[in-house]
């Protein structure tokens, strides 16, 4: 069963999933980075000081202690249910940001790798050849 794991772990396609998922967490933390401290403000000073991640319609009550607050995270702590809709809008635009790479990332590999009827264009001629002698033979055959 060991060595059974072992040839399991050391395809290249477990190891290739590894890498991404590891680098996908890291992008995200990334594009998050982006988004909250550089987006998201330049969007909110243009458009008049929006600070998004302070939109919220309160569902329930809220603790005295908290009354007339706006910190989204504290009231989200200590239990209060809310609709988030700014912190949707955030996270809307780190996944349009994050589709976006992708999109160009899978737009390069695709202008590299070549396509299916040019890999079988480039097929070795003794290959050709075997190919036009089954042809031949089936021919003859066949009549």
């Known amino acids: 069963m060991f060595k ?12 290739d999933l590894a890498v991404a998922v590891i680098i996908g967490a ?4 990334i594009v998050s ?10 969007i909110g000073k243009i458009f008049g000081g929006l600070d998004f991640s302070s939109y919220f ?19 989200k702590k200590a239990g209060v249910p ?11 635009v ?8 992708i999109f160009l990332l899978v ?3 695709n202008r590299v790798m070549p396509k299916p009827e040019e890999a079988a264009a480039a097929e070795p001629a003794d290959v050709t050849l075997l190919r036009e002698i089954r042809d031949e033979l089936k ?5």
């Open 82 to 92: 809310l609709f988030g809709y700014g912190a949707f809008i955030t996270a809307a």
């Open 107 to 109: 737009r390069a590999v």
């Open 4 to 15: 059974e794991f072992k040839a399991f772990i050391s395809r290249g396609n477990v190891l």
């Open 139 to 143: 021919k003859k055959n066949a009549a």
């Open 26 to 29: 890291a992008f995200s933390k």
């Open 57 to 75: 319609i309160a569902l329930g009550p809220i603790p005295a202690a908290l009354a007339g607050s706006t910190d989204y995270a504290a009231l």
């Open 33 to 42: 980075s982006l988004t909250d401290d550089l987006l998201m403000p330049l």
């Open 94 to 101: 780190n996944f349009m940001i994050v589709a976006f790479i």
